[in-house]
């Protein structure tokens, strides 16, 4: 299986931006989506963007709270999935997850990736 390591995470003021990314290395089974996700402690992880398609160049779903601000991008010379988040609020505070080894249902669903990473913390303050 391969792996995924998630960079870019850190603390950042009310209406600020950062820039997420996630290497990858190594094959998947049978899966060319990928999705960015987060977590806070006590609640379930939260599906905020994903791509698919060949390359990864299909066309990006998001999730409600992601839509006007977030945008999910894949460079594939470098096998690199990225998310950039704008005008931030303490709400968007989690650890986020790159996802893959997508099996197939919900393409925001936790339950359908069985690959991830370890996580980058975001931490908005105002």
């Known amino acids: 299986l391969g792996q995924l390591a998630e960079s870019g995470g850190g603390p950042v003021q009310v209406g600020g931006s950062l820039s997420l990314s996630c290497t990858t290395s190594?094959?998947?089974?049978?899966?060319?989506?990928r999705a960015w996700f987060r977590q806070v402690p006590g609640k379930e992880r939260e599906g905020v963007a994903a791509?698919?398609?060949?390359?990864?160049?299909?066309?990006?779903y998001y999730a409600n709270s992601a839509l006007g601000r977030f945008t999910i991008a894949h460079d594939s010379t470098k096998n690199t999935l990225y998310l950039q988040l704008r005008r931030l609020t303490p709400e968007d505070t989690a650890l986020y997850f790159c996802?893959?080894?997508?099996?197939?249902?919900?393409?925001?669903?936790?339950?359908?990736?069985?690959?991830w990473g370890q996580g980058t913390q975001v931490t908005v303050s105002s």
């Open positions: 791509m698919c398609g060949s390359d990864m160049g299909g066309s990006p």
């Open positions: 996802a893959a080894d997508y099996r197939g249902g919900g393409l925001l669903s936790a339950a359908e990736y069985h690959t």
């Open positions: 190594g094959a998947y089974y049978s899966s060319n989506c």
